[in-house]
């Protein structure tokens, strides 16, 4: 079997695919490469709780989704399979408080939070990302956490790329102008 392509892309997870997508676009031929399996709707673990199929470890007789990588001085957490990092992501749009922009290892380098802030915001948009409706049972628990730790002032509900719109209802695009596609509100 021989293939001819123009682009070889690692990984279709959010870089690669979004890499690949634009690089079609500009007429190339591209390969996407990835070394995680395909996983379908009856395929994917219903909980984390089930080790077998959430963890991604072979050595442990894990193979699952969420790909373990103990290096020397830390463990990396990262998608296994196709659409990478999206397969474990849960819609969690976090921007950075100032402090993280600001550490000493990275802010003399240029203003981090000037710099990323106009992406974070396309990301949002693009995403549609909106601020969770309502408190949850682990809200409460991060909640006290924060508080016991002396750090309640940074808590806050955790923005999604979820459209939570009227629960079950199908309404028109609300992101792009009318132009992307309808949404479902959430059955949360």
Known sequence: MHHDYDVGVIGSGFGGSVAALRLTEKGYRVGVFEAGRRYDDESLPKSSWNLRRFFWFPRLGLQGIQRLSLLRDVLVLSGS????????????????????FADPQWAEITDWKQELTPYYDQARRMLGAERVPFETNSDVVMRSVASDLGVEDTFRLADVAVHFGTPGETSGDPYFGGEGPHRDGCLH
């Open 81 to 100: 399979g196709v659409g990478g990092g999206s397969l474990v992501w849960a819609n969690v749009c976090y921007e950075p408080l100032d402090d993280a």
